[in-house]
């Protein structure tokens, strides 16, 4: 039996939280084992201009852990990767908009900078909106966003920050409105029409995928 000091004993208890994660998501490769073949996937999808990831599988497989993973790869390192969960009775503008937040923390006090904003080629509707989502913590139920209309202000937005940004859109499969999948096929092809630079991995349930799938 080996006696440890109460500070080395202290440092192995350290080293096991960081190492032993049950049931928060890995965030780096060390620790991911097992797919090695989806994250050399992601990357590649990634590196390419107008790609999309799509991880599939079932609950429990790892989906939202190697989307964390390649996300922090490709993320510039000041902030963490936004991250969006899905709720069931999210319309387009709903999720949208919970987008376009979780992007605009990673721009702090950006859309109060009216005159910097408009040089990127944004309309005084979408400034104000932007001025919204950053001063007001709640929903706006009463926000119309196309999906042109959002990809045309993210990409305003990428053109300020410049630096790689990947975008995590996690459970995408427990949608109830009927019309939001469509527009999200419609924002996706738009990403690629208005040369849209920031990346999006979108994460969903599937049934009897005991393995976990990337489509780009």
């Known amino acids: ?65 190697l989307a964390k993973t390649v996300a922090y790869e490709f993320h510039h390192s000041a902030s963490e990767p936004p991250y969006v969960g899905c709720d069931p009775d999210d319309d387009f503008n709903a999720l949208a908009a919970r987008i376009l937040r979780r992007c605009l923390g990673q721009l702090p006090g950006i ?20 001025q919204r989502l950053e001063t007001e913590s709640a929903s706006l139920p009463d926000v119309k966003l196309t999906p042109d209309e959002t990809v045309e202000i993210l990409s305003a937005l990428h053109r300020i920050n410049k630096n ?4 995590i859109v996690d459970e995408v499969d427990i949608l ?3 019309s939001i999948r469509e527009q999200i096929a419609f924002f996706i092809k738009a990403l690629g029409d208005h040369e849209c630079t920031m990346k999006f991995i979108f994460c969903r349930h599937r049934a009897r995928h005991r393995f976990i799938a990337v489509r780009t």
């Not at 944004?122 to 909106?129: N, P, T």
């Not at 790689?164 to 975008?167: A, L, S």
């Open 1 to 65: 039996m080996v006696d440890l000091s109460y500070d080395e004993i202290e440092n192995l208890r350290d080293l096991a939280r960081k190492l032993f994660l049950p049931s928060a998501p890995v965030t780096t490769a060390e620790l991911l084992y097992g797919r090695s073949a989806q994250l050399r996937q992601s990357r590649t999808a990634l590196a390419i201009p107008g790609r999309t990831i799509f991880v599939h599988g079932e609950r429990g497989v790892g989906k939202t852990s």
């Open 164 to 167: 790689p940004f990947v975008v």
């Open 176 to 178: 109830k409105n009927p």
């Open 111 to 130: 859309a109060s900078k009216e005159k910097r904003v408009r040089e990127m080629g944004l309309q005084l509707g979408a400034i104000k909106l932007l």
